[in-house]
């Protein structure tokens, strides 16, 4: 490709008598014309790499693999990176980074084991340390999860931090490091049998001053109840200030409205911030403090749950079996074994017709799922909009996708229908029905894949898709060329999904691909 110069005509310029002077603007102007000429060439020739890379569908991404037992990497095309060679599985925490790490010569006598940490050209890195490992975590559902920023990592006997690009965030002086259960980011630190609390920066959020140190809330900025050396406990801020002193025999995980459930001397109660109590009678428990400070809180008695506000006023009598606020003043019931949702007033707003119901705050739902694994959406007026087997809720992008029927459909937040190519803006292919077999089309409609599968799923953002035939499972690539024959019986995995050649795991919890 060339481009033509302008302003080429018309060259009439003076002729002088005494040695001609260089137009510094002019050389200026070539200068610049000629760097711009040089990018846009090498813009040109981005495009151009890009373009036969499409297959490509998203930046480069890393999964654990798993082939005849052994253990390994691939990326996101599908391409080997380690070999399965490991009898350990390998810890990917961060999969846009090139950190893998490997346990071997492991001794189950003893607990005994080394590690070592892998980049994609198989070179050993972080070298320095006697081991480096990932912080493991865990949800509220028992989850097991990876901190995706940091590394633990052991120095002559000693812990520290390290975060995934080799810098050390905290240096090696302590005797254990662990996360806060449940907590990103945040990260209990022991020392002469005391506790401290640090972030992933390094930064001291507490000092090493406590018997022991548990998360308050849900995220590193709730605060920590702390137990002091005399047994007490207590809870101090994000910022290390003391909220309440430590005395109690024990402090619930429930707060809000700066109000606290706490045991002294034997006796639960709630409590504000100064310490002075606020409900002491009338509850076995309180298992939650309600948005608004006026509906009071969510209470137990002789194993049912009521509300009650402040004063002791019981506002919904304890008649249900289990009761959690869903956003201010609504609540999920459940009694008789079904689940409903009933206003701060006890009005019933969806019937007691289900087995579970869920609330999406992101999406303003109510996701209701009855006893044949339907799910019927309710909007935040408590209309029932569309009823099939849910699949995804995108809060990013704004869209849900449900099963009706044989019929996959996608809605925005309003109820409004979508077609797949506005939802999946980022797909090569889309997957189409036809006479009850499946095919796929490009963005204009065009068939690209033939009506010749007995199922398939759409395209996954690494531009794959599984096809099924004669009770098989394969995949195709973002062209719609077969990658993997259908050999794989995957009728009993609760999610189909390929990475070339690799397909999901069973176990959605484990997260790796393999062939067997």
Not at 213 to 226: E, M, R
């Amino acid at each position: 490709m060339s481009r033509r110069a302008r302003g080429a005509r018309g060259n009439r310029g003076k002729r002088y008598d005494t040695e001609p002077k260089l137009n510094m603007k002019k050389v200026f102007a070539v200068i610049i014309a000629i760097v711009v000429i040089i990018m846009f060439i090498f813009v040109i020739r981005g495009i151009i790499i890009n373009a036969g890379n499409s297959d490509n569908i998203s930046s480069l991404s890393y999964f654990v693999s798993f082939q005849d037992n052994k253990w390994g990497v691939i990326d996101s095309n599908g391409n080997d990176i380690i070999v399965p060679s490991y009898q350990e599985m390998m810890i990917i925490p961060n999969e846009k980074k090139d950190v893998f790490l490997c346990t071997y010569d492991v001794n189950y006598e003893t607990g005994e084991y080394k590690t070592k940490v892998l980049n994609k050209e198989n070179k050993e890195i972080f070298t320095d340390y006697e081991q480096v490992e990932a912080i493991q975590n865990m949800d509220s559902n028992n989850q097991l999860w990876y901190e995706e920023n940091v590394l633990r990592i052991k120095k002559d006997g000693k812990y520290g931090i390290m975060n995934l690009d080799g810098k050390v965030v905290v240096e090696p002086q302590y005797d254990e490091i662990v996360a806060v259960s449940g907590i990103k980011n945040a990260y209990k630190v022991k020392k002469d049998n005391l506790y401290g609390i640090v972030d992933v920066a390094g930064t001291q959020i507490l000092n090493v001053n406590y018997s022991d140190i548990t998360n308050l809330g849900k995220d590193n900025k709730s605060g920590y109840i702390v137990k002091d050396q005399n047994g007490k406990f207590g809870i101090v801020d994000y910022s290390a200030n003391q909220v309440l002193e430590c005395k109690y025999d024990s402090i619930e995980k429930v707060y809000g409205n700066d109000l606290y459930v706490v045991t002294e001397n034997g006796a639960k109660k709630l409590v504000d911030k100064s310490g002075s109590d606020i409900l002491t009678t009338g509850f076995d428990d309180i298992t939650s403090i309600l948005k608004n400070k006026d509906n009071g809180v969510i209470f137990k008695l002789n194993q049912k749950y009521g509300v009650m506000n402040l004063s002791g006023t019981v506002v919904i009598s304890p008649d249900y079996d289990d009761l959690a606020e869903a956003k201010t003043g609504i609540l999920i019931a459940k009694k008789e074994g079904k689940y409903g949702v009933i206003d701060i007033s006890n009005a019933e707003k969806i019937p007691f017709n289900y087995q579970k119901i869920t609330y999406n705050e992101g999406a303003d739902i109510y996701i209701a799922d009855d006893e044949n694994f339907n799910t019927t959406i309710y909007n935040n007026n408590y209309e029932a909009k569309v009823t099939g087997i849910l699949t995804d809720i995108d809060t990013e992008k704004g869209y849900i996708t449900i099963v009706v029927g044989d019929q996959t459909r996608y809605y925005n937040f309003r109820f409004e229908e979508k077609t797949d190519k506005e939802v999946l803006t980022t797909n090569t292919l889309y997957l189409s029905k036809k006479d009850d077999k499946y095919g796929f089309v490009d963005k204009d409609g065009n068939v690209v894949v033939d009506y010749i599968y007995d199922d398939a799923t759409e395209q996954n953002e690494y531009g794959y898709a599984g096809i099924k035939k004669d009770g098989k499972w394969g995949s195709i690539d973002s062209k719609g060329a077969v990658v993997q024959e259908p050999i794989y019986n995957l009728d009993d995995y609760l999610l189909v999904d390929f990475i070339g050649r690799w397909h999901l795991a069973k176990d959605l919890n484990a997260n790796y691909y393999n062939k067997d």
